[in-house]
């Protein structure tokens, strides 16, 4: 499919999209709340120390602690009982110590301590606590520890003093009477002694009111995530997206549909069914048109009026060779057939004739279709008179005996289905009198049945010059115009063309369209300035074509073929705006 027939079968399918919209619409609405929350924005706080040089222990330790330690202290134990107390929490201290992340990097020598929320003011205060608290617990236990050590090393000290002593006493004041061995053990006390008393100088000289930890930087509030895009939350910015969406699925579903669809939609996919050219697409008529009444007249200039008219000038240029036709040229049989019924075949002859007879030509309309005969209602408004004779009789009288005048200037019929005979009788009969009447009179328009319905049309094509095949839009189905096209080829057709009905690219258009094509150019109808005269070649006394849609009761004016003129002017644009109502219609219910 070309994108223009994708666009064409998203319009024709605008009812899927439209529920496929709706229901999109809807289950967006219920599924979003009335009153959503609030967009919460992240934020995250870093409070960062770094680790100075610790002049006894160097970077990897914190006072007399391992710098691997550091996150547990300040997660467990004393610091997150202190934050709490600091910050009024009223929870477990665990809950707030969950809350923040202390991590060591020994490459840059930082700790930093990292807390996330939707408060700024509140991860601030927790990380900057958690740093502080920490700070001086590691404080309080460096000296706590200092002490202890030192406490410890007193004692030892002053053990070592008494050894000392004790060893000194044991040794005379007369070196030469002193024993080796009690010397050895003054010595060793004293050396001991000596030791004790280096770390006890060394443990009070150091500063125990500091710790090798500075604050780097305080902890700030970042918003995360940069404020980009937010899904929607409310139903006034859903419901548009859900529509949206909606009727993108239902665009699919469309295409999906049109594809299993196999109906003729359009003109380029009936010629390839109908392996023929299309003559001419007509527009959607109102029901009461169909079959029922002659649309070709001289009065007649609208739409579908210029339509048949356009089918009559295909035909006759498929005959010519597209030369213009001589006067006394005769067409000799136009079969009009369809794939199915109710597909336009019987309007489409009937109008056929009449553009036809608008030429000057005598016509003969023909009825062929006998298991469903409607022709003949439409063509003549009053009593049609009897047949010459019985089933016997078409032997022995010529066809033209058989032949009726009907209510359009120039075109007779010729029905045999008042006879008491089958169809098949009928029809052979027919074909006959068809096949004489072609050099008698100048065109034969025949109104067969369906081929669906019977193969009986097919007798009529050896004798036909053209067949025309009727496929109607969304009626129609591929299968149905390819078998109607194998079987007219089968039996023989010599020149086949089609002519669609229902289509939407020639819809009828306003009721002032044949103004353009009035005799006397533009009228102005209402203000009655201009009246049309009867056609030359239509003798006084016989009634005009639209004369048959007269209604009752209305005073008849034999100039404006049996209307009065402003009756006439306010009929046929009723008439076509009604059409146009029920084309818009009939093809949205399709």
Do not use: C
Request: aromatic share 4%; proline share 7%.
């Amino acid at each position: 499919m070309e994108p223009v027939e994708y666009l064409r079968a998203l319009v024709r399918r605008w009812p899927i999209i439209a529920v496929a919209a709706l229901i999109g619409a809807a289950l967006t609405y219920a599924g979003t709340d009335a009153r959503p929350a609030p967009i919460e924005i992240t934020y995250q706080a870093v409070n960062t120390l770094l680790v100075t040089d610790n002049a006894n222990n160097g970077f990897m330790r914190v006072g007399s602690l391992s710098l691997n330690q550091v996150p547990t202290l300040a997660t467990t134990g004393v610091v997150p009982e202190r934050v709490a107390k600091v910050l009024d929490y009223q929870g477990a201290p665990a809950a707030l110590a969950a809350r923040v992340a202390v991590n060591v990097d020994p490459n840059s020598m930082t700790v930093t301590f990292t807390s996330t929320g939707i408060n700024p003011d509140e991860i601030v205060r927790l990380s900057d606590a958690f740093s502080d608290q920490t700070v001086k617990y590691l404080l309080e236990k460096q000296l706590s520890d200092r002490n202890a050590r030192l406490t410890k090393i007193q004692d030892l000290v002053a053990k070592k003093l008494v050894a000392l002593q004790d060893a000194q006493a044991k040794v005379p004041r007369d070196p030469t009477q002193a024993d080796p061995v009690d010397v050895a053990q003054r010595d060793s006390a004293s050396r001991a002694y000596q030791t004790a008393l280096d770390q006890q100088t060394q443990l009070l000289d150091t500063d125990a009111g500091e710790i090798n930890l500075t604050l780097q930087q305080s902890a700030q509030p970042v918003q995360l995530g940069g404020g980009g895009f937010t899904l929607p939350r409310t139903r006034k910015q859903r419901v548009p997206l859900g529509t949206g969406l909606g009727a993108l699925l239902g665009a699919g579903l469309a295409l999906v549909v049109e594809r299993l669809d196999s109906r003729l939609r359009e003109r380029r996919r009936a010629e390839e069914a109908f392996a023929a050219p299309v003559l001419v697409e007509f527009p959607v008529l109102a029901r009461r048109q169909r079959g029922r009444r002659i649309l070709v007249g001289p009065e007649h200039h609208h739409a579908v009026a210029e339509d048949f008219r356009s089918l009559r000038t295909s035909v006759m240029f498929m005959q010519t060779g597209g030369e213009q036709a001589g006067v006394h040229q005769k067409f000799g049989v136009i079969m009009i057939t369809s794939p199915g019924p109710g597909e336009g075949k019987t309007t489409t002859a009937m109008n056929l004739a009449a553009a036809f007879a608008e030429t000057g030509r005598r016509v003969v309309l023909v009825n062929a279709d006998f298991r469903r005969p409607t022709i003949v209602k439409a063509v003549i408004a009053a009593g049609r008179p009897p047949l010459p004779g019985g089933l016997m009789s078409l032997t022995r009288l010529p066809p033209s005996e058989f032949l009726v005048p009907t209510d359009v200037p120039g075109v007779d019929l010729l029905d045999l289905a008042p006879l008491a005979a089958s169809a098949g009788d009928l029809t052979r009969a027919t074909v006959k009198m068809a096949a004489q009447l072609r050099h008698e009179v100048d065109v034969v328009v025949v109104d067969t049945p369906p081929l669906a319905v019977t193969t009986e049309a097919l007798e009529f094509v050896p004798i036909s010059e053209v067949v025309i095949l009727i496929g109607r839009i969304g009626v129609t189905s591929t299968e149905g115009a390819k078998r109607a096209a194998e079987l007219v080829q089968f039996a023989g057709a010599k020149r086949v063309g089609v002519a669609l009905t229902a289509s939407g690219s020639s819809r009828v258009r306003g009721a002032r369209y044949y103004d353009y094509y009035s005799d006397a150019g533009p009228r102005t109808r209402r203000s009655g300035e201009h009246r049309p005269s009867v056609p030359a070649a239509m003798p006084a006394d016989q009634p005009a074509l639209a004369s048959q849609t007269a209604p009752r009761n209305v005073p008849l004016d034999p100039l404006m073929g049996g209307r009065s003129p402003g009756v006439t002017d306010q009929l046929d644009d009723l008439d076509l705006l009604l059409a146009d109502l029920d084309a818009r219609t009939e093809h949205d219910d399709q």
